[in-house]
């Protein structure tokens, strides 16, 4: 039987580890590492051999690496090694995400060496944050509900005396008082039906129904009631698959959405409506736990107005928050969207940018599934046989768990990818080289220039290199004044397929 070399044996247990590990000797220098370690911090291995393990720590933790190590050399103490514990690493990019890390020791001829195993825990922590504002807005609910049954209770016998003082009393100086106390206890009664739209406890007369017609009807009495300073544009999908939902509800829904969005530009704006079928794969449920995979029909809800703050999206599903004046509003307008989309089995997300404006869509489980879902996979499975063929893409996104997925994507596609965190950086890396294929990028950046202002720049001085767009915000809302017509978006949420479809077209002539 042949001898194999150790290090041949170790070689073969790095590189087929898809746990990144990294061995460094007793001062932190790396002396090994392997392919999934130098993917996870975003270098080549050469870049990291030879390096101090500070160089993907964050600087607080660097600046204690060495004492703890010295401390453990010196006393033996364990606080670390043999112990699995939760840290912050640091990419060759500079963004820092959750970590695993668990360290083991061994002394090799002599010498004291580590060795450190890590996982990351972007998903990880995702999911959590996603469960904890699943598990909030349930305890909400449960509780919202059960304020609204105590209260409608009361109402009723408040509502009932008022009708029958009004019915008895003949004296002119009392009914008006009657009549504005009855109308007060009925907006109560009114107030506390939302608020059990919300909790879920409310029984929705669900009915097939198609969602271009919910939306066309919901336009027809806008036309009565939106302001002159708006403009409403829709595009509803000629092959929507049918739903199942409330039909009134739903288009309260959609009525409640538009006129949040009229509010959001005072000097006017455009929104736009949206209908199209959907198919939420994997990547999208690990970036939204609370949405299942498979067929929804979605309706978007697009204006290019104020936009909201990342803490006020994270509340704006919270019965009773409000951003508008006291007196001004309930703060129950997307409560009680939010609560009939997810009794009716469906997801709303919510995508914003301050100053750019809102796209809020609203996600409905398609019925009667057919051979979409089919095809679509085998589409995907023809894209991933080389169809990168070695392309340079650079990769412009500021949201570092984008930058991944999308990085993991295009590498699973053949691609070579380089990657920048602003549109800034992306140009200063597209002057010193030629063998960039095509640029893909977010359209808002952090920064002097935005996506749109880069392709832009690439149009008009670096011609022959093709760009892809990509943005949250509905692109009835973008064409209709953000970005030229000549670049392509590509809308979030997208599937595999949808990437690789856009990529065929901008590239098809490279």
């Known amino acids: 039987m042949k001898t194999i070399d150790d290090s041949a044996i170790l070689s073969a247990l790095l590189e087929a580890a898809l746990d990144a590990i990294i061995i460094s000797d007793h001062t932190g220098r790396i002396v090994r590492l392997n392919d999934s370690a130098a993917t996870l911090f975003g270098y080549l291995a050469a870049e990291m051999e030879g390096q101090h393990v500070r160089m993907i720590m964050t600087d607080d933790m660097a600046s204690r690496h060495d004492a703890f190590m010295r401390h453990h050399v010196e006393t033996g103490e364990k606080r670390i090694i043999g112990i699995g514990r939760e840290v912050v690493g640091r990419r060759a990019d500079g963004t820092v995400f959750p970590?695993?890390?668990?360290?083991?020791?061994?002394?090799?001829?002599?010498?004291?060496?580590?060795?450190?195993?890590?996982?990351?825990?972007?998903?990880?922590?995702?999911?959590?944050?996603?469960?904890?504002?699943?598990?909030?807005?349930?305890?909400?609910?449960?509780?919202?509900?059960?304020i609204a049954h105590d209260f409608n209770n009361l109402l009723a016998v408040v509502i009932g005396n008022l009708e029958l003082l009004e019915m008895s009393e003949q004296t002119a100086r009392n009914r008006p008082l009657i009549a504005d106390a009855l109308a007060a206890?009925?907006?109560?009664?009114?107030?506390?039906?939302?608020?059990?739209?919300?909790?879920?406890?409310?029984?929705?007369?669900?009915?097939?129904?198609?969602?271009?017609?919910?939306?066309?009807?919901?336009?027809?009495?806008?036309?009565?009631?939106?302001?002159?300073?708006?403009?409403?544009?829709?595009?509803?999908?000629?092959?929507?698959?049918?739903?199942?939902?409330?039909?009134?509800?739903?288009?309260?829904?959609?009525?409640?959405?538009?006129?949040?969005?009229?509010?959001?530009?005072?000097?006017?704006?455009?929104?736009?409506?949206?209908?199209?079928?959907?198919?939420?794969?994997?990547?999208?449920?690990?970036?939204?736990?609370?949405?299942?995979?498979?067929?929804?029909?979605?309706?978007?809800?697009?204006?290019?107005?104020?936009?909201?703050?990342?803490?006020?999206?994270?509340?704006?599903?919270?019965?009773?928050?409000?951003?508008?004046?006291?007196?001004?509003?309930?703060?129950?307008?997307?409560?009680?969207?939010?609560?009939?989309?997810?009794h009716s089995g469906g997801h709303l997300a919510i995508y914003s940018e301050v100053g750019e404006g809102t796209t809020i869509n609203l996600y409905f489980p398609a019925l009667e599934a057919g051979d979409e879902q089919q095809d679509v996979d085998a589409t995907y499975e023809d894209a991933l046989r080389g169809f990168g063929a070695g392309k340079v893409i650079l990769i412009v996104e500021d949201d570092p768990r984008v930058m991944r997925l999308s990085n993991t994507r295009l590498e699973g596609l053949g691609f070579k990818c380089l990657t920048a965190t602003t549109a800034d950086a992306a140009w200063t890396i597209l002057k010193d080289r030629s063998d960039i294929a095509l640029v893909f990028t977010d359209l808002i950046m952090p920064g002097s220039l935005s996506g749109h202002d880069l392709a832009q720049r690439i149009a008009e001085q670096k011609p022959g290199v093709r760009v892809l767009m990509t943005s949250g915000f509905s692109e009835g809302v973008l064409r209709g004044g953000r970005i030229s017509a000549e670049f392509a978006i590509l809308r979030k949420p997208y599937r595999q397929a949808d990437l690789v479809q856009a990529l065929r077209t901008a590239l098809q002539d490279v």
Request: no cysteine.
């Open 185 to 342: 206890a009925e907006l109560g009664a009114d107030l506390t039906s939302r608020l059990v739209v919300f909790s879920r406890n409310s029984s929705l007369e669900a009915e097939v129904v198609s969602l271009n017609d919910s939306v066309t009807q919901t336009l027809a009495m806008l036309k009565r009631i939106i302001g002159a300073h708006i403009t409403i544009d829709a595009e509803l999908a000629d092959d929507l698959w049918p739903t199942r939902a409330d039909s009134t509800q739903l288009q309260t829904a959609v009525l409640n959405l538009i006129l949040n969005a009229q509010e959001a530009m005072p000097n006017g704006g455009r929104i736009f409506l949206e209908t199209r079928n959907m198919l939420l794969d994997d990547s999208y449920v690990a970036q939204d736990t609370g949405v299942e995979k498979g067929r929804y029909v979605r309706v978007s809800i697009s204006d290019n107005g104020e936009g909201m703050s990342d803490e006020t999206r994270q509340r704006a599903l919270e019965p009773f928050f409000t951003t508008k004046a006291s007196g001004s509003g309930t703060g129950l307008g997307l409560s009680m969207v939010y609560g009939m989309v997810k």
């Open 99 to 146: 970590l695993h890390i668990s360290v083991g020791r061994a002394v090799i001829a002599d010498a004291t060496m580590f060795v450190a195993i890590m996982h990351d825990q972007t998903s990880k922590q995702i999911a959590e944050e996603a469960a904890i504002r699943s598990n909030r807005m349930d305890a909400i609910g449960q509780m919202t509900g059960g």
